[in-house]
């Protein structure tokens, strides 16, 4: 309307003089040159007949898209909605006459003379139903610029996307004085109805985590649908564009995208067009969906049953997170400046796509979007469904975010110390104080930065009582075994002794084993790490299986994964043994002082390459003994399995001291 308010024009009386005016014409038609024995061929008749029919029969309905949904793109939905919505099958003359005579007992063919009273009481037609010979399949998008005003309300700002049948802008509410999206479509198209009862019912819905419906109106050769418009959020397209989510953005993402549909599916309601310039994430972190009923209604989707539509809608939501998960869209075609899957991945689960990919979320996504996941998992056909099988996995939390790295405190010779002259002046660099725009500003930072200090001084306080002992050990030694009377040099906790290779190497305990990956490529491994390092060569901790070696250009997918060795303590490592199930090649690292404290969380720079060997039975035999509570078995290169893919297993792992 004109004043901005949310209308959609009752049309029906119009309708209905439409209808019967169309209808009589063209039977009045096609009797006359019957009769008259005219050349033409029956099929062109009907054909005549059948769109003047399907003319009046238009439905003039519009709803509101997103505006930020790229409209232009020629994918497989767009091309047949064009076609399903602007086809009738053709109907004889009998077809046409059973048809008027079953819509109203009135609707009979009418005397020549009566036709004028039979005309159409829109005052503004757009186009004259009677003239079935210029009535035009599609109706092109109404023409505007920047600056133009509709209902003297909305002045429109900048297009953002224009097809051959509507157009989406920004625009303001000059009113209300906020942004809006605006998208105008010709009063005259076929589907033109369509659109405005599916705003109509979009507004209806009032739920905020859809993009609201603001107004719908019919004005003279105009529909247009204003919506909300959200200028801090970005949609997921551009979210992907840089690479795939984290696993708890996109939990979050399909949580709350899946419970918003589930909830429109229980009043009535489907999406149908679900894609990924639909779902915007807010500057809050709320996801949002736009376009629900209104885009299918744009682009002239067919309506589909309660089950088809929701079957449609839960696939569109599993081809969402399985893009989100792997940075590729799960079909043939390239599409939202994503890269298809190639054939022979068709029906592949993410996982199978792309290593470290969480395990929850990719059978979650595969049974969503495919009628046959693979390894015989039970298919998810409604969002209902889709809303329990998430509220059962185990909650995904978000990472915690990294910290600056405190200076690593000195490791000092407590036999070699120099003699302070003023002992009370020495500083005490374990804690020193921090400057002032590093201050914590939450108890919590607080708390968490206290601890690493606490951390750091018991290191301090082990490392300088490992040197004492082993300064105390091969002094014994030297008096013991008769060595000579020199006095002993001072041992550093950094530096081992030489005596120290001397000794018989006596195998330590390990307190257990973790999988490792890079902080983000998510867990690694099917079999429990803790196999390999159990004691039995018959048990083996397992990676995962590519389709590539690892390395550090592509088609490589990562550059390696490990296994993360616990001692229990710092003890003084000497060798490694390592058996393989093949033909391995791998680096044995040890954390520095910075990654030590956590290094589960830590990047693989924070680890030292001590040792790289190559085989199926390897020994990494250290220089001089190193220190440490943590080892890394890292994974550079693994054989192939009988399938031809690249899958690494390490069988028994030994440490010696």
Known sequence: MADGTKAVVDTSAADAATDEAALAAAIDELAGSEDAGEGASADARRKGATTAAAAARTEPDEAVDG???????????????????????????????????????????????????????????????????????????????????????????????????FSSWRAVDE?????????????????????????????????????????????????????EWLPHSSDLAKLLANGPMEPHEAYQMVRQVADAVAAAHRRGQAHLRLTPRCVLRTDSGQYRINGIAVDAA?????????????????????????????????????RYDLQGLPKGLQNAAPDQVRAGVHKGLSELAAR??????????????????????????????????????????????????PTAPNPTRVADTTVAPLPASSR????????????????????????????VASWQFVDTLRHTGGATASPAPSVSSTAPSPQASTHNPVQLTVKGAQSYTQPGDGTEGSDNPAKAVDGDSNTAWNTQW???????????????????????????????????????????????????????????????????????????????????RYLLLWLTALPKDGAGRFAGQVAEVKVFG
């Open 67 to 165: 505006a930020s949904d790229d409209a232009t793109e020629a994918g497989p939905e767009a091309a047949s909605g064009e076609e399903t919505s602007e086809i009738t099958a053709p109907l004889s003359v009998q077809e046409l006459r059973a048809e008027l005579a079953a819509g109203s007992p009135r609707k009979k063919p009418a005397p020549e003379p009566a036709r004028p009273a039979r005309r159409p009481t829109d005052p503004q037609p757009t186009v004259d139903p009677r003239d079935t010979a210029t009535l035009p399949r599609t109706l092109p998008a109404p023409q505007r610029r920047s600056g133009d005003m509709i209902g003297h309300r909305y002045r429109l700002e900048e297009c953002i996307s224009q097809t051959e049948t």
């Open 175 to 227: 009113k209300l004085r906020r942004a809006v999206g605006v998208h105008l479509m010709a009063s005259g198209h076929q589907r033109a109805r369509k659109v405005l009862a599916a705003a109509k019912s979009a507004a209806l819905l009032g739920d905020p985590r859809f993009v609201q419906v603001l107004d719908a109106v019919h004005e003279g050769e105009l529909v247009y649908v204003v919506r």
């Open 298 to 334: 744009l682009r002239g989707l067919p309506e589909e049953g309660a089950e088809d539509a929701q079957r449609a809608d839960t696939r569109a939501i599993g081809a969402l997170l399985f893009a989100a998960l792997t940075h590729r869209w799960p079909y043939p075609e390239d």
């Open 368 to 417: 969503a979007l495919f009628d046959q996941p693979p390894h015989h998992a039970r298919p998810i056909s409604t969002p209902e469904e889709l809303v329990r099988a998430i509220a059962q996995m185990p909650r995904i939390r978000q990472p915690e975010p990294e910290l600056p790295a405190f200076p690593t405190p000195p490791r000092h010779n407590t036999h070699a110390l």
């Open 440 to 467: 914590p500003v939450s108890s919590r930072r607080a708390r968490r930065r206290l601890r690493r200090v606490i951390k750091a001084t018991a290191w301090t306080v082990a490392l300088g009582a490992i040197g």
């Open 546 to 628: 590519y389709n590539d070696q690892f390395g550090l250009k592509a088609p490589a997918l990562k550059s390696g994964t490990g296994l993360l060795i616990d001692l229990g303590s710092s003890q003084a490592v000497s060798s490694v043994s390592v058996q393989f199930g093949g033909e391995h090649t791998a680096e044995l690292r040890v954390p520095t002082a910075a990654a030590a404290a956590n290094p589960m969380s830590a990047r693989l720079d924070g680890f030292t390459v001590v040792g790289k060997k190559n085989g199926s039975n390897v020994e990494y035999t250290l220089d001089t003994p190193v220190t440490t």
